[in-house]
């Protein structure tokens, strides 16, 4: 049953009387829910017993904070049908995506779950003492990987679970030993309070200390706000518009003790088209396209946004096939009219840049909150003259680029701003024969995929998903896969330091069986 | 031979009329080299050839990188008596100093060099495709680090070799395989120009792109500010004072592409006396921290700032005899007039804060920018109402801090800010018995001692030179040992990637025979 109100650590509580509703954008009207914002003392009291939280939970063993891990994983799937259906209602989402991605989400916990079971996250590194060494005698060192404090989670708009409450920023903040204060993503309150009370469960269940994890109602920016600029925050995570994150990011750096906010941002997706994939499958890559940047109305940050070919008759070809694959898809209903009408307005602006030109939209009547897709395309030329094409559209829309030739294509890619993915579609034999598209192409993306689309973000050790600014705000993390946990932790060395005294993963018998690197040689081994 | 011209990649230049001398400060007077400052247009022209020199250097293999920077500490050695000489006239340091630190320097870049070619460093994590997976296929994905761009380089000035021009900064950047531009330090800039002529001729040597080092001279805080914003510099490593520091982030975080700004800005490195170490060996720790403060002028930034013990008997004791260890100690030579009069400004406003008392002071004759070391004590309470005494005071300058009981010692730790360092003196069965007093010293240090020193900081792969803010901007980074390379940085992927095209570290049958993360496994086999 939802409430509205917010989780101060297990306790619920509605202190504010200010309110509001989501919304229910197939039906295009409010659902039923009222939610209470937070307020400031709300706000403080999460803090401040995340801070008390942090002093038990960061010295918890890792099965400890694993079984609590299991232990959310099944709590959100105890609320079976009902969570489903607040989701769908208030994302205008299909079902099966809900159910999908509650899947993704119980997955990430879990996966968390082995890691901390596994051990070898925390980079023990050990250098054992050498009295003996001239000039000065060596003293043993042994360094391992230790939270940083509570974090802030702001999730996503479009990921009302697997980005969002017990998303991937949560997931491993809370593996990492760090209390995590969620700032609850408006369009899917409802949803993220289902989700709130599923973790204050199984950390009950679990004897996790209260506050480790706390739920905050937020419409507008205060809420956000406030618990960036907390002192007793130590980091941020944040997946949503460019705007929303720098803000936050300016916040976290002018605070007396600047804290690293970790903003995922969006990004066009740059696709490289080479001749030799339009003349083997150039049909069968423009229906999958046509796909992929429909798929879930376009609302992913790995979107394919821009696709860059070099013009002919092939290119011509394969337009004109994207195009009629593209009209032939179904709109579907978007997460909420603001995006709804983001999507319109962003079409609109680029749609009436000088010198572009339609290649295919949905013609049909569409229903309110809708997308209606478009494709456009614009010579090389005139990309590179006009930032306003850039920019992302975040919805179902792309841009082809057409190059005169490679050499241009080149220049088109080392003017883009950082991405998240990168793409390059031709024959491994032309492949090789483009280093320099390759090298200009990787440095700019975190993902650089060959033959394939970049939407579907594979949660694994393998996996980034982050990239050079703008794309996110610091390229060297990832916040999908099991390194998201570096985000929250930082090293500490033990010097000289007593066995018995040392964590378990610095003890010179390695009880926990983890890799290390001891003396400059990475084994499992006893000392 | 000095002189004074700037490194622009391999090129000399001195574009510039505005010049400036560096200064000896155990006569007393400028030295006799006069130093260009570099113009707008040299920082720029250092900043394009560090940008074009990464287009090349950055896909260089890892033992080429290595052959790069053993010729730079071989070509360090060569300098041979010219270096030691210009060393000890810019810096007032000892000889003996000026050979051990050459010899740290050294022993950093042949560290690194070690760590490329054994290559387990780029963390190389490979999740092989499961086509046959339900719902959906797997695909491939091989991620490994890659470096991030131009790095821009501030020296200490208390290290004129190991974490200035070579330093732990350069060689950790080079390594990674980001072209570095050094923002000499105006205090050895003869020490720098030397350096900055070893490595230019390593690069020609090892066929190193131009552009890969560029050294500029620098004698306010333009060239530094110009280096920070310039769009091609993806990076900054810095190591002084707080105001500086926090300048230089501040300006990062306001650039249109925000970058990493790795601030090491300082310490008082607290030192916890528990009362079993007084009654066993108080007056051993008493002439070994008397020692430690006053060692190479306390121009350390793990000089210990702070002591706090129990109040008693045994305390006193250990105070007296501090005392009067400390007064039989020989002042030595400042860096600079600067630093002189900084510490002298800083041990007046400390000395002069109500309620502090005199331990002991050196009471002798001082020759010109000789520190005469002092120590003062002060009740806790009186320490916790006093934000002043706070405050790092860089020199052989310490503060005795004495609490009423065991509470109020818990009490000071948890109003302590970030540090470096924290030690703890006593016996392991006194500690065990001290855990709550551990738990709050860990979460403020990045290194952590028992029954030691902080002064001295091994250069290792376990070694954490770093800690929360406001020691350093990032506490998730090192600046000295191996791992300082992880700065420069950022996680890549590769999805389906062509066999043929991977780099090395992700090929399939594991060429370079590294440590990978293979499907959730450690292993240096071939997949």
């Not at 946004?305 to 337009?319: Q, R, T, V, Y």
């Not at 060395?493 to 290390?516: G, H, V, Y």
């Amino acid at each position: 049953m939802i409430t509205g109100k917010n989780f101060i650590g297990t306790v619920t509580s509605a202190g504010n009387n200010k309110t509001y509703s989501t919304f229910n954008p197939k039906l295009n009207k409010p659902t039923e829910w009222i939610f209470h914002e937070a307020s400031q003392e709300e706000v403080n009291a999460a803090v401040e017993k995340a801070a008390i939280a942090f002093e038990t939970y960061r010295n918890f063993p890792d099965r400890k904070k694993a079984e609590f891990l299991k232990a959310i994983a099944s709590e959100i799937e105890a609320l079976g049908n009902e969570l489903i259906a607040v989701y769908v209602q208030e994302s205008g989402l299909p079902e099966g995506r809900a159910i999908g991605e509650r899947g993704r989400t119980m997955g990430q916990l879990r996966a968390f779950a082995t890691l901390l079971e596994e051990g070898s996250w925390v980079e023990a590194t050990l250098d054992t003492a050498k009295p003996d060494r001239e000039p000065l005698p060596k003293v043993d060192i042994r360094k391992m990987l230790l939270p940083i404090g509570p974090i802030a989670v702001f999730g996503a708009s479009n990921f009302p679970l697997a980005f969002s409450t017990a998303g991937g920023d949560t997931a491993s903040a809370l593996a990492a030993g760090c209390p995590v204060i969620v700032k609850s993503h408006p369009m899917h309150a409802g949803t993220g309070e289902l989700v709130a009370s599923a973790i204050a469960l199984a950390a009950k269940k679990t004897g996790m200390p209260d506050g480790v994890f706390s739920n905050l109602n937020s419409s507008d920016s205060q809420v956000g706000q406030l618990l960036t600029m907390h002192p007793k925050v130590k980091g941020v995570g944040f997946t949503g518009s460019t705007k929303g994150g720098m803000a936050l990011y300016q916040l976290a750096a002018e605070r007396k003790e600047p804290i690293p906010v970790f903003a995922e941002m969006g990004s066009i997706n740059p696709v490289v088209v080479l001749p030799s994939a339009l003349e083997q499958k150039g049909s069968e890559w423009a229906a999958q396209y046509a796909g992929s940047i429909v798929l879930g109305a376009g609302q992913f940050c790995t979107n394919p946004g821009l696709i860059i070919g070099i013009k002919g008759e092939a290119m011509d070809g394969f337009i004109t096939k994207l195009g009629k694959e593209i009209e032939k898809l179904e709109p579907s209903c978007m997460l909420h009219p603001n995006i709804y009408e983001g999507y319109e307005k962003g079409k609109k602006e680029l749609s009436s840049q000088a010198k572009t030109m339609e290649v295919a939209s949905f013609k049909g009547e569409v229903a309110p909150n809708f997308a209606g897709q478009k494709i456009l395309t614009v010579a090389a030329k005139d990309f590179l003259d006009n930032p306003v094409l850039h920019k992302e559209v975040f919805g179902p829309f792309s841009i082809v680029v057409q190059c005169r030739d490679k050499g241009e294509l080149l220049t088109v890619i080392q003017h883009l701003e950082g991405q998240l993915t990168g793409t390059i579609l031709g024959t491994e034999t032309e492949i090789k024969m483009s280093q320099d598209v390759i090298n200009a192409l990787v440095n700019r993306v975190g993902r650089i995929i060959f033959n394939g689309v970049p939407t579907g973000v594979e949660v694994c050790p393998s996996m980034m998903h982050g990239g050079p600014f703008p794309s996110t705000s610091d390229s060297r993390f990832t916040s999908v896969g099991t390194s998201a946990i570096r985000r929250w932790v930082r090293p500490v060395a033990f010097q000289n330091w007593p066995e018995e005294l040392l964590p378990d993963a610095l003890k010179t018998n390695n009880p926990l069986k983890i890799m290390r690197l001891v003396n400059g040689e990475h084994t499992k081994q006893s000392l």
